[in-house]
């Protein structure tokens, strides 16, 4: 029983643990880190051989340095097949598979999967929101399952 928890954090904290793919700075400040604009990659952690990278706008400055800075709410994503396709069990039609605190505490960066029964196609939106009021502005990207392989939904 413990090794089988052990492997269900193990999967889960994939997503947890974006891997830094690289950053670039787009504003210089004279104390603190620079404003950047970061990628990260999220490999999903229910679908093995896909990969989603995410690109997004990481504060800096004092605040920035301090965790105090509220990032902005413009984020994109890509998602592509980098391997064989394993889905490890039925997924749900809709599951938030990542999120991220972008605030010190009322905002975070969000990763929600979507399956396309009739295309059989995994369906990715990024979009942040706060406890109160959240952004329109979002990011989709699909990556597309071999017909010859159904994708298992849980009824």
């Given at each position: 029983?413990?090794?089988?928890?052990?492997?269900?954090?193990?999967?889960?904290s994939?997503w947890v643990?974006a891997e830094?793919?690289g950053?670039?700075d787009?504003?210089?400040k004279?104390?603190?880190?620079?404003?950047k604009?970061?990628i990260d990659?999220?490999d999903?952690?229910?679908?093995?051989g896909?990969?989603?990278?995410v690109?997004?706008?990481?504060?800096?400055g004092?605040k920035g340095?301090?965790?105090l800075?509220?990032d902005?709410?413009?984020?994109?994503?890509?998602?592509?097949?980098?391997?064989p396709i394993?889905?490890?069990?039925?997924?749900?039609i809709?599951?938030?598979?990542?999120?991220?605190?972008?605030s010190?505490?009322f905002?975070?960066?969000?990763?929600?999967r979507?399956v396309?029964?009739?295309?059989?196609?995994?369906v990715?939106?990024?979009?942040?929101d706060?406890v109160i009021?959240?952004s329109?502005q979002?990011?989709v990207t699909?990556?597309a399952?071999?017909?010859a392989k159904?994708?298992?939904?849980?009824?």
């Amino acid at each position: 029983m413990k090794r089988i928890l052990a492997l269900a954090l193990l999967a889960c904290s994939a997503w947890v643990h974006a891997e830094s793919i690289g950053e670039v700075d787009t504003v210089f400040k004279f104390i603190g880190p620079d404003h950047k604009i970061v990628i990260d990659a999220h490999d999903d952690p229910k679908v093995a051989g896909v990969t989603c990278y995410v690109s997004r706008a990481k504060m800096g400055g004092i605040k920035g340095a301090l965790g105090l800075a509220e990032d902005r709410s413009e984020a994109s994503i890509a998602c592509r097949q980098v391997g064989p396709i394993t889905i490890s069990g039925p997924l749900p039609i809709q599951e938030e598979v990542f999120s991220e605190r972008i605030s010190l505490i009322f905002k975070k960066l969000r990763i929600v999967r979507m399956v396309d029964v009739k295309r059989n196609t995994l369906v990715y939106l990024t979009y942040s929101d706060r406890v109160i009021e959240g952004s329109p502005q979002n990011s989709v990207t699909a990556v597309a399952v071999d017909r010859a392989k159904r994708i298992p939904v849980k009824d």
